[in-house]
């Protein structure tokens, strides 16, 4: 996961005790929120997203997918089903 971090996450990982560094939701998490990003920010980045010609449809998916989902948590957004 390492190589494909930003310079900034990669000195926030620097910083992860080494248990917690194996667990990828865990340093999601810390790096998320040592960034701080807004749902502002999250909200604009789901808007203007392209596709590029390098990327298959479904690698585009999962990058819009997790946009929207970073912004619902950033909203704090509880989402409840009824059956």
């Known amino acids: 996961m390492r190589p494909y ?15 917690k560094s194996t667990d ?3 340093v999601k998490r810390y790096i998320l929120q040592e960034m701080q990003l807004t749902a502002c920010v999250y909200l604009d980045k789901f808007q203007s997203v392209s596709r590029d010609s390098t990327e298959t ?25 009824n059956r």
Do not use: I, M, P
């Open 24 to 26: 990828c939701g865990a």
């Open 57 to 81: 449809y479904h690698q585009f998916a999962n990058k819009l997918s997790s946009f929207f989902d970073y912004y619902v948590e950033s909203r704090k957004v509880v989402v409840t089903r």
């Open 5 to 19: 971090l930003s310079d900034k996450a990669k000195f926030l990982l620097s910083r992860v005790e080494l248990e």
